[in-house]
């Protein structure tokens, strides 16, 4: 019994990382459809930027915050001055949808690269705020730690604050208009390129939360060539899928449901299996239910 319930415990953990990282894929792809490959790789660059931040400040509370800023702002300059004009020129041809796609492949090579340089290729290491043990009951160590508990409670904030904003605001009536139809958002006198410009700084704050919280939940090790992180992207992206790529709500479940497999498969079967059963979920979610746990039946054009 107990091993179930840390099972549950472990899924909660690991889900609550996918799903800000699926979050952050969702936000891109309501604002640009355009599936941000990137994504990984800025949660990285705002990592490396919030692993200086405590070195300064020495905190990791003020530090958070400020890097999940910087975040935004660096996704924000990406989509200015990378995706806006590439979508602006690739609007026909075959593969007109799929140039930005590609070059957020590119830009993700060029991000760690230039990670590299900067920081060179040793680890660094960042210390948890809080401790990572286990609470006890009784002579069992549940897989529940104040850590754990921090994530988690991130993950609900933002899905809080992101779901007032996206229900209750002009904003995020701006933010859906733009998303499902750009050009009488456009007559309606919204500034859809300001607010895409907004969908990617706000997917940006939430990789860069993303890749701090992930890496002092881990290891707390930190290179440029972090599997952690192409971990985060690939199953971040099946959560989003899982959930359906037009819903919030769908990107944090699909990432649950994800967490919770793969916990299963980790601790009741192996955890050599762990990546080829994730990726048989995703087909079989694709083959019975394409549009995503929560997606709408029928797709809005882009």
């Keep these: ?31 640009t459809r355009v599936v941000n490959f990137a994504q990984a790789g800025m949660a990285l660059l705002s990592t490396y930027i919030g692993y200086e931040l405590i070195q300064v400040t020495g905190n990791f509370w003020i530090s958070l915050p400020m890097a999940m800023v910087l975040g935004a702002g660096i996704s924000a300059l990406v989509e200015i001055l990378l995706i806006r004009t590439l979508i602006k020129h690739s609007t026909s041809g075959p593969v007109a949808g799929i140039v930005p796609i590609i070059a957020t492949l ?131 992206f099946i959560a989003a899928v899982i959930g359906g790529l037009e819903s919030l709500p769908g990107a944090v479940l699909g990432a649950f449901i994800l967490g919770l497999v793969l916990a299963i498969t980790q601790i009741y079967i192996s955890g050599t299996l762990v990546f080829i059963v994730a990726f048989v979920l995703l087909l079989l979610v694709l083959l019975i239910r394409p549009q995503g746990v929560i997606g709408a039946k029928v797709g809005r054009r882009a």
Excluded: C
Aim: aromatic share 8%.
């Design 1 to 31: 019994m107990i091993q179930f319930i840390n099972a549950l415990l472990i899924s909660i953990g690991a889900g609550s990382i996918y799903a800000l990282m699926a979050i952050a894929m969702v936000l891109v792809w309501r604002s």
């Design 106 to 236: 590119g830009l993700l090579g060029l991000i760690r690269a230039t990670i590299g340089f900067i920081w060179g290729n040793q680890d660094v290491q960042i210390q948890p705020p809080l401790s990572k043990v286990g609470f006890s009951v009784g002579s069992e160590t549940l897989a529940l730690s104040p850590m754990n508990l921090l994530v988690l409670g991130t993950v609900l904030a933002m899905m809080l604050v992101l779901g007032f904003i996206f229900q209750k605001t002009h904003l995020g009536l701006s933010l859906r208009a733009s998303a499902y139809s750009p050009e009488i958002a456009q007559l309606a006198g919204i500034r859809v390129a300001a607010i895409r410009t907004i969908g990617w700084a706000i997917a940006g704050a939430a990789g860069a939360a993303a890749g701090l919280l992930q890496t002092v939940n881990g290891t707390g090790a930190l290179s440029p060539d972090s599997l952690e992180f192409s971990l985060l992207l690939t199953f971040g």
